[in-house]
């Protein structure tokens, strides 16, 4: 099992970015999918998630009505958009997956500054 994130970089407040998780050594259509983030000095936390289908979806409340997680099933990909982006957004982001155990990412590094 693998999962790898993608598309994280630095970007002005107001900003837009997509991250992407690449997942690949399972049947993605199956599993949920989940997207955390760990500021600098703080626990990680909950962003998004999404069930194996897609149809059922999870916001923490700083991000709901800002960020869209989102699925491909062919792709084996999921997507976290994220919109109006702030400096309380900066964070390392990770994907990750529970089969049998917790599956994580590398993360990748989302820093929003002017």
């Known amino acids: 099992v693998q999962v790898v994130e993608s598309g994280g970089g630095l970007v002005q407040p107001g900003g837009s970015l997509r991250l992407s998780c690449a997942a690949s050594?399972?049947?993605?259509?199956?599993?949920?999918m989940n997207w955390y983030r760990q500021a600098p000095g703080k626990e990680r936390e909950l962003v998004a998630a999404i069930s194996s289908a897609g149809d059922i979806i999870n916001y923490a409340g700083s991000v709901r009505g800002r960020f869209t997680i989102s699925r491909d099933n062919h792709k084996n990909t999921v997507y976290l958009q994220m919109n109006s982006l702030n400096p309380e957004d900066t964070a390392v982001y990770y994907c990750?997956?529970?089969?049998?155990?917790?599956?994580w990412g590398q993360g990748t590094q989302v820093t929003v500054s002017s």
């Open positions: 990750n997956t529970f089969i049998g155990r917790l599956y």
């Open positions: 050594g399972f049947t993605f259509s199956r599993y949920a």
